[in-house]
Nanobody, 124 residues
Framework: QVQLVESGGGLVQAGGSLRLSCAAS????????MGWFRQAPGKEREFVAA????????YYADSVKGRFTISRDNAKNTVYLQMNSLKPEDTAVYYC?????????????????WGQGTQVTVSS
């Protein structure tokens, strides 16, 4: 079992930056692919970014490509999401997720463990 705890959300003006963190319990973390998803009010949860277990491969939704960067530090059991040039449409609850099979990617159903989410609000 893996527990995921997100932090770093908050209120920021359009054009600003935030860095989300997701701390994971357990040594198995380093073998898991990790992902970030988000859910805005009244919308389905959508893929944002993913990273392979070694960190060599990253994937992004088109809407965030070039603005967001996913990374991980396996020594710290932590995955990050650096968000730059934020827009009001980035406002959502952001969730990190872990795939114990190491596949990751954009499919929500591949992920076995989820955090509780952290709110990101971008004002115009």
């Amino acid at each position: 079992q893996v527990q995921l705890v997100e932090s770093g959300g908050g209120l920021v003006q359009a054009g600003g930056s935030l860095r989300l963190s997701c701390a994971a319990s357990g040594r198995a973390f380093r073998s898991y692919a990790m992902g970030w998803f988000r859910q805005a009010p009244g919308k389905e949860r959508e893929f944002v970014a993913a990273i392979s277990w070694k960190g060599g491969n990253t994937y992004y939704a088109d809407s965030v490509k070039g603005r967001f960067t996913i990374s991980r530090d396996n020594a710290k059991n932590t995955v990050y999401l650096q968000m730059n040039s934020l827009k009001p449409e980035d406002t959502a609850v952001y969730y990190c997720a872990a795939d114990r099979n190491g596949l990751g990617g954009y499919l929500r159903t591949r992920y076995d463990y989820w955090g509780q989410g952290t709110q990101v609000t971008v004002s115009s």
